[in-house]
DNA sequence: CGCCTCCTTGAGACTAGTCAAAGTAAGTGG
DNA sequence: CCACTTACTTTGACTAGTCTCAAGGAGGCG
C-alpha cells in the first residue's frame, strides 16, 4: 500500500529529527478531546480508533475509523483546539509528536515537509470520498464497502478469496460512521451473509469472515456510481 | 470570517515571498483536469469554481463548491496528479501559487506554513462537517443549509435578515453536491418558498433572496441532528 | 419562431427509518 | 455456580421520505 509505505517511512524520517514518544492506549481511552488544546499530532502504529464529537441531542457522531498507519490530529491545526475527540478502540499504540517541534524539523528537511502535506492530502482525499461515493449507496452495498475499505487497510496486501477481519467498533457506531442505523448495518450484514458472501467467525458477532472477496467486491462495484483508484 | 481574515492575510504574505500570478478564467473553463500534473495551488479571490469527476458510468461527481478565499489544489498534493477536476463557474480570478517554490517560501518562514497548514486544515474540516452532518438531514434541511453556507461564505458579515444570492451552481450540480435528486432539489426549494423562508429574484430561478434569516436557519436547525462551530 | 436546456410538478414504487420485541453474550453479586 | 443485569445484536411490521419515471413549463439562443 502507498500510504502505508509513505507513512512508515515519514515516520522513520521523523524519529531522527524530532522527538518522538510512544504511547501505548486501551479501548475507551481518550486520546484526545474535542475543545482541548491542539499541541500534538498522532500516528496510529498499531490498533485502531475513532474520532467523534457529541451532539446538542446527546448523540455522537462519528467521523472516521482510523487504523495504523493513519496520521490522526489534523482537526487540531486550523483552530488551535481540536475539533474531534479521538478514543481508542483496542490497545492502540501511537508515536506523538509535537506539532511545534515538528514546525521547526519541517524547516531543516523540506523533504519531510512534502510527505507530511501527501499524509495531509491523503486525509482530505478519504474525507472527500467518503462525502462523494459512499454519500448515495444503498446501504448494503456501503455496508460492502466498508468492509473492502477495513479489509484493505487491516490487511494491506492480502490477496486471498476468504479473509477475515474483526469488526473495531460496535453497530451502533458503525451506524454513525456509515450514516444509517443500527438496524440498516444488522439488516445488510445478514443480507451479505444470506448472499453467501460473508460469514460471522465468533459468537459475538465481532469478526467477519469474508468467504468470497471477488464476488464482494463485484457486489458493491455494481450498483457503485463511481471508481476510484486506491490512493 | 475568522477563514476569510486568516487567509487573505496570508495571501499578501505569500505575494512579498513567492512569485503570486494572477489568472481570470471564466464560466465552464477548466483551471485544472483530473489527472494532470500537479504544480500549482491556487487561491480564489473572486468568483466559484466546482470540484468534480467522473465516474465509469458517465455521471459527474460534484465534490465541493469553492469560492473565495478558499485555497484549491490540495487534492493534487498526495499523489502528485490532480485527483479531481477544477471548473470555474462565473468570471472568477484566481491567484496561482507555485507548490515547489511555495515549499521554499515555507522553510524561510514558519509562520506561512502554519497558515498554509491551517488553511487545509479548514478544507478537511469541511469535508468532514459535510460528510458527518450533512449526511442525515432531510433534503429540505439539507437544502437551508446549503443556502446558509453560501450566504455565509458569500457575504461574511451580513447580518440582515434579507438576503440575495446568486446559486452559483445548476439544479443537476446542487444535486449532485448535496447527495440527492434534481427533482428533489426542486421540490425542497418549493417547499421553502411556500413556507415563506425564500423566494426568487430572477426569472431563471438563479438568484435566491432569502425572505427571512433567522426563520431559515430556526427552520434547518430544528432538525438538525448536529451544531458546530463556524470553522 | 423553433430548438434546446434547465427547471418544476405529479404519481407510484421502493428504500431505509421508526417502533417494538426478542435473542445472545458478558459481567456482577449473591 | 447461578440468577440477574446490562449492553449489543437481530428480526419483524409499519411508515415516511426520497427516488424513478413521466410530462409539462419557462428561458435563452440561433
Given at each position: 500500500m502507498q500510504s502505508a509505505g509513505t507513512s512508515s517511512a515519514l515516520l522513520s524520517l521523523l524519529r531522527d529529527r524530532v522527538q518522538v514518544t510512544q504511547r501505548l492506549v486501551h479501548a475507551g481511552d481518550v486520546v484526545y478531546a474535542s475543545g482541548s488544546a491542539f499541541t500534538t499530532l498522532f500516528v496510529v502504529t498499531r490498533g485502531a480508533l475513532k474520532t467523534t464529537r457529541d451532539c446538542l441531542d446527546g448523540r455522537t457522531r462519528v467521523a472516521a475509523l482510523h487504523l495504523a498507519p493513519d496520521w490522526l490530529g489534523f482537526d487540531g491545526i486550523a483552530g488551535g483546539a481540536c475539533e474531534w475527540s479521538a478514543i481508542a478502540l483496542c490497545d492502540t499504540q501511537l508515536a506523538c509528536i509535537n506539532y511545534g517541534e515538528l514546525l521547526n524539523a519541517l524547516r531543516a528537511w523540506p523533504s519531510l515537509l512534502q510527505a507530511l502535506h501527501a499524509e495531509m492530502g491523503r486525509e482530505m482525499a478519504r474525507h472527500r470520498q467518503v462525502a462523494t461515493a459512499?454519500?448515495?449507496?444503498?446501504v448494503t452495498e456501503r455496508m460492502g464497502r466498508f468492509l473492502l475499505d477495513l479489509i484493505e487497510r487491516s490487511?494491506?496486501?492480502?490477496?486471498?478469496?476468504r479473509i477475515a477481519v474483526a469488526l473495531p467498533l460496535a453497530r451502533h457506531d458503525i451506524a454513525e460512521l456509515l450514516g444509517m442505523t443500527v438496524e440498516s448495518v444488522s439488516r445488510a450484514l445478514s443480507h451479505l451473509k444470506h448472499e453467501g458472501l460473508i460469514g460471522f467467525s465468533d459468537a459475538a458477532h465481532r469478526c467477519i469472515e469474508v468467504l468470497d472477496l471477488p464476488a464482494l467486491q463485484a457486489f458493491v462495484q455494481a450498483r457503485s456510481v463511481a471508481v476510484q483508484p486506491t490512493l
Amino acid at each position: 500500500m502507498q500510504s502505508a509505505g509513505t507513512s512508515s517511512a515519514l515516520l522513520s524520517l521523523l524519529r531522527d529529527r524530532v522527538q518522538v514518544t510512544q504511547r501505548l492506549v486501551h479501548a475507551g481511552d481518550v486520546v484526545y478531546a474535542s475543545g482541548s488544546a491542539f499541541t500534538t499530532l498522532f500516528v496510529v502504529t498499531r490498533g485502531a480508533l475513532k474520532t467523534t464529537r457529541d451532539c446538542l441531542d446527546g448523540r455522537t457522531r462519528v467521523a472516521a475509523l482510523h487504523l495504523a498507519p493513519d496520521w490522526l490530529g489534523f482537526d487540531g491545526i486550523a483552530g488551535g483546539a481540536c475539533e474531534w475527540s479521538a478514543i481508542a478502540l483496542c490497545d492502540t499504540q501511537l508515536a506523538c509528536i509535537n506539532y511545534g517541534e515538528l514546525l521547526n524539523a519541517l524547516r531543516a528537511w523540506p523533504s519531510l515537509l512534502q510527505a507530511l502535506h501527501a499524509e495531509m492530502g491523503r486525509e482530505m482525499a478519504r474525507h472527500r470520498q467518503v462525502a462523494t461515493a459512499w454519500r448515495r449507496l444503498p446501504v448494503t452495498e456501503r455496508m460492502g464497502r466498508f468492509l473492502l475499505d477495513l479489509i484493505e487497510r487491516s490487511h494491506p496486501g492480502d490477496s486471498g478469496t476468504r479473509i477475515a477481519v474483526a469488526l473495531p467498533l460496535a453497530r451502533h457506531d458503525i451506524a454513525e460512521l456509515l450514516g444509517m442505523t443500527v438496524e440498516s448495518v444488522s439488516r445488510a450484514l445478514s443480507h451479505l451473509k444470506h448472499e453467501g458472501l460473508i460469514g460471522f467467525s465468533d459468537a459475538a458477532h465481532r469478526c467477519i469472515e469474508v468467504l468470497d472477496l471477488p464476488a464482494l467486491q463485484a457486489f458493491v462495484q455494481a450498483r457503485s456510481v463511481a471508481v476510484q483508484p486506491t490512493l
